[in-house]
């Protein structure tokens, strides 16, 4: 088993930025891809962005694409998720996944972990 904590979400105006971290521990794999998403209240499960374990490789939804930057610190076994230029459609609450193969999946059900995820709320 494997064990994400999400941390890093709270309240920020629109325009802010806000940095989202996710912690894994517990079984390790030797490949996995860890993304982000998020899910709005009403709406479905967003693929936010994904990168590889090496992290020599990212994707991101279409709409974070230039505003959110996904890094990973192998050392440390943490994922973070770097958000700027904040809209309001943004709020929603975040979660990590991991996906235990090499390729990135937009598609939620590929993902076999998940955190339980944190509220990030776009004012204006």
């Known amino acids: 088993q494997m064990q994400l904590v999400e941390s890093g979400g709270g309240l920020v105006q629109a325009g802010g930025s806000l940095r989202l971290s996710c912690a894994v521990s517990?079984?390790?794999?030797?490949?996995?891809?860890i993304a982000w998403f998020r899910q709005a209240p009403g709406k479905e499960r967003e693929f936010v962005a994904g990168?590889?374990?090496?992290?020599?490789?990212?994707a991101y939804g279409s709409s974070v694409k230039g505003r959110f930057t996904i890094s990973r610190d192998l050392a440390k076994n943490t994922v973070s998720l770097q958000m700027n230029s904040l809209k309001l459609e943004d709020t929603a609450i975040y979660y990590c996944?991991?996906?235990?193969?090499?390729?990135?999946?937009?598609?939620?059900?590929?993902?076999?972990?998940w955190g339980q995820g944190t509220q990030v709320t776009v004012s204006l």
């Open positions: 996944a991991v996906d235990l193969s090499i390729g990135i999946f937009t598609q939620p059900e590929y993902y076999e972990y």
């Open positions: 990168v590889t374990d090496s992290g020599g490789r990212t």
């Open positions: 517990g079984r390790t794999f030797s490949t996995y891809v």
